[in-house]
């Protein structure tokens, strides 16, 4: 059976999500966890219920949400996946850091990217990758069908949907990523939001001012 741990990590509360099943596999979404105290957590929840972690997903690569990355590589051996329209923020990681006041290592780099309809698999487990930039270039969301939710960084939020102030951010953009990716969804179907509580696409479409 699948199960979700939620770790919200950072100055930012990223929700980290580790995602496994019964065979011990798991995957990484968003490692957020910035300074020894929470890479402890990590490492201790993986330890505790021995498991072995195949693949460090990132759902866009903002600063925040990537600052985990390289304490994973060196820990698990894992490079990031991501969609190849972020690279760019991978690759000033450092500079962006300092702007939040973070001190970022220079970023591990992916090996391979992401794209729409790729299936990520682990375990017994399926993740579909949806396309849904707006947010920021290169955003993905990770929907996996047998379980009805979906892992959607910081494109979807309760009630509200990502900031589209920053670079790459288009408002139009991302309400088109939402409408044709999302809210094509079952109305069941449970959001893990990148930062905050959980929702559903059905609560989204009556409640959301944005949609």
Known sequence: MLQIKTFPFNPFQVNTYLLYDETGECVIIDAACYGEQEEHVLQAFIEEKALKPVAL??????????????????????????????LSFLENAQEYGATFGFTVETPVMPDTFLKQGEVV???????????????????????????????????LFQNSIGRTDLPTGDFDTLIEAIQSKLMVMEDETVVYCGHGPATTIGHEKQTNPYL
């Open 57 to 86: 997903i990132n759902t866009h690569a903002h600063i925040d949400h990537i600052l985990g990355n390289n304490f994973i590589h060196k820990t698990y051996g894992l490079k990031p996946l991501m969609h190849k329209d972020g």
């Open 121 to 155: 698999k682990f375990g017994n487990q399926e993740l579909q990758v949806l396309e849904t930039p707006g947010h920021a270039a290169g955003s993905v969301c990770l929907y996996h069908a047998a379980e009805k939710f979906v892992i959607a960084g910081d494109v």
